[in-house]
């Protein structure tokens, strides 16, 4: 076997290897997708309740709420970016982190100061890298996200928006994740949780405006429409956080999915030149024997023809 | 008969739903029973158990379920109870429930003897 023909052997043999593992990463994704979407579908009937219910007290009731209502002049904003905790997801990553930059850059320039809040260890090597100070980050639940996840995180943010401006509380809360269409498209979003609006976002806005045109009964406030609120809005961030992640997760899944599953067709496409090439190189191989033989057989007819001469 | 529509939907997931004549809850500022046609009411829950006696399609009978945590909200004859952990009476383990008790006890976890203690009670009143 010539040297050129081993080279291409060798090759073929190192992306057929590396092809096996995309194999398998893009099903323990596609596999995953379909869990992590389940869950997303279990936790709306307690997302959906809990925004009917937020907007029933905010529309509901008369009552001044810091929660809802817009400070005057917001000096600082809280911003939570959901990355994952690993790569090979395509863009997924750096098309969140992109939207995080864009966000801050437009609160920046509304004159707000921002504090990052981050979970997923991309995320946080993200800013790590570049030494920007980070609030709070959070590791090690991005692939399957739980409840006491989200609470977790949610505590210290419901905490710095409970605080005075001038103690270092915030006005404002943004979270960045990205947002799961289906299985071939997931977009990374902004939306500000807080103080409540509701006309932001396409789907948000899309399902409260379909619930104010309902009209709202006029609730009786048990024990009051203030205490009511009070402890609503907490879940409120909580289950919306727990949606994010969830979200998040399953879009993590979908793009490693997609990114492996390209990664296998390019690995297959690799390995049919590879292939071509090999057997090119084989046949020069077999020709340039041929050739050898052939020359070697004649140069021993001239030499035998020219003795009997 | 007039019929209420009842979700009990926990964080992560929908514990039941269907149609009852009777629901009682324990609110922050104590017990309410809500029968069809109540007025709108929107309440924060305490932790404690909660009582649905079903009718219609659900079949005559009771379902009691342990909530820790979470709110009620009626109107239209649709009563939705969220909570962040609801389990029905026939989920809760009562020898987990009754060890977490013991260890809280030990403890003196006021918050988990009080988690176990509802669990523990949501079992007996089912019974």
């Known amino acids: 076997m010539g040297a050129q023909t081993r080279v291409y052997k060798r090759r073929i043999k190192s992306v057929t290897a590396t092809k096996k593992i995309?194999?398998?990463m893009e099903m323990i994704a596609a596999s995953r997708i379909v869990k992590a979407q389940r869950r997303v579908a279990a936790s709306e009937p307690y997302a959906t309740e809990l925004t009917r219910a937020v907007t029933a007290v905010a529309y509901g009731s008369n009552t001044e709420h810091w929660l809802t209502t817009e400070v005057e002049r917001p000096t600082r904003a809280a911003v939570l970016l959901v990355t994952s905790?690993?790569?090979?997801?395509?863009?997924?990553?750096?098309?969140?982190?992109?939207?995080?930059?864009?966000?801050?850059?437009?609160?920046?320039?509304?004159?707000?100061?921002?504090?990052?809040?981050?979970?997923?260890?991309?995320?946080v090597a993200y800013y790590g890298f570049r030494d920007r100070p980070v609030q709070e980050s959070w590791t090690g639940f991005t692939d399957s996200p739980s409840y006491g996840d989200a609470k977790e995180v949610a505590?210290?943010?419901?905490?710095?928006i409970k605080a005075e401006t001038a103690q270092g509380g915030v006005d404002e809360l943004h979270i960045v994740y990205t947002e799961f269409?289906?299985?071939?498209?997931?977009?990374?979003?902004?939306?500000?949780?807080?103080?409540l609006t509701f006309t932001k976002s396409a789907e948000d806005s899309a399902e409260v405006l379909q619930r104010g045109k309902e009209i709202l009964p006029l609730y009786d406030f048990e024990p009051s429409a203030d205490d009511v609120l009070d402890a609503l809005l907490p879940r409120y961030v909580e289950s919306r956080?727990?949606?994010?992640?969830?979200?998040?997760a399953a879009s993590k899944h979908a793009a490693t999915r997609r990114a492996m599953k390209s990664a296998t067709d390019n690995a297959e496409e690799?390995?049919?030149?590879?292939?071509?090439?090999?057997?090119?190189?084989?046949?020069?191989?077999?020709?340039?024997?041929?050739?050898?033989?052939?020359?070697?057989?004649?140069?021993?007819?001239?030499?035998?023809?020219?003795?009997?001469? | 008969m007039a019929e209420l529509h009842v979700e009990l939907v926990a964080a992560d997931r929908k514990v039941w739903s269907g149609k009852a004549s009777l629901v009682i809850?324990?609110?922050?500022?104590?017990?309410?029973?809500?029968?069809?046609?109540?007025?709108?009411l929107l309440g924060v829950l305490e932790t404690g158990s909660i009582t649905i006696r079903t009718t219609g399609e659900s079949g005559e009978g009771t379902v009691v379920a342990a909530v820790h945590g979470g709110f009620i909200s009626f109107s239209d004859d649709k009563l939705s109870l969220l909570a962040e952990i609801a389990e029905l009476s026939d989920e809760i383990d009562v020898q987990r429930a009754e060890r977490a008790l013991e260890r809280a006890k030990?403890?003196?976890?006021?918050?988990?003897?009080?988690?176990?203690?509802?669990?523990l009670r949501a079992v007996a009143g089912a019974h």
């Open chain 1, 155 to 160: 505590a210290p943010l419901i905490e710095a």
């Open chain 1, 181 to 195: 269409h289906s299985m071939m498209t997931q977009s990374a979003v902004d939306q500000r949780m807080l103080p």
């Open chain 1, 241 to 248: 956080i727990y949606n994010a992640l969830l979200q998040s």
């Open chain 1, 85 to 123: 905790d690993r790569g090979l997801a395509g863009g997924y990553n750096s098309n969140a982190i992109k939207q995080a930059e864009l966000l801050t850059n437009r609160l920046i320039g509304e004159g707000k100061e921002v504090l990052h809040y981050v979970v997923g260890r991309k995320g």
């Open chain 2, 106 to 119: 030990s403890d003196a976890d006021a918050a988990a003897e009080r988690r176990a203690d509802v669990r």
């Open chain 2, 25 to 40: 809850a324990r609110t922050t500022s104590g017990d309410i029973g809500v029968m069809p046609g109540h007025q709108p």
């Open chain 1, 22 to 24: 995309t194999k398998a």
């Open chain 1, 270 to 309: 690799l390995i049919k030149s590879l292939t071509r090439l090999a057997n090119a190189a084989r046949q020069a191989d077999i020709t340039q024997e041929i050739s050898e033989i052939v020359g070697g057989a004649s140069a021993l007819a001239d030499a035998s023809a020219g003795s009997d001469r």
